[in-house]
């Protein structure tokens, strides 16, 4: 059973970085599609990046230009997730989880997310 373990949160100041990691193991499958997603209590989850079975990123608008997401797999048995954060701003504070679906599952980042596996999330927060 896949399982997702998030790292790498913290508190910043407006403008610092930060990179997430997502330590993936138990792996099923020899290719996933990968995600992150943040959340903020009271609203709705919100997707941010997203990279398919081919490698290609997609991002929300909000986050583009700003946010990385990238991935190491070159052990078989457990992929590694990176979400490296720029010019974090005081309204990219959240809660982040790390995501993965199947082989062949069409994921759209500007719609809420819905994920068939996660983590336990890492927080961030950007003061002003």
């Known amino acids: 059973y896949l399982e997702l373990a998030e790292s790498g949160g913290g508190s910043v100041q407006s403008g610092g970085s930060l990179r997430l990691t997502c330590a993936a193991s138990g792996l099923f499958y020899s290719r996933y599609v990968w995600g992150w997603f943040r959340q903020v209590p009271g609203k709705e989850p919100e997707g941010v990046a997203a990279m398919d079975t081919d490698g290609r990123p997609t991002y929300a608008d909000s986050v583009k230009g700003r946010f990385t997401i990238s991935l190491d797999n070159r052990k078989n048995d457990k992929n590694t997730l990176y979400l490296q954060m720029n010019s974090l701003k005081p309204e990219d504070t959240a809660m982040y989880y790390c995501?993965?679906?199947?082989?062949?599952?069409?994921?759209?980042?500007?719609?809420?997310?819905?994920?068939?596996?996660r983590g336990q999330g890492t927080q961030v927060a950007v003061s002003a």
């Open positions: 995501a993965a679906e199947r082989p062949g599952t069409i994921v759209v980042v500007s719609q809420v997310p819905v994920w068939g596996y």
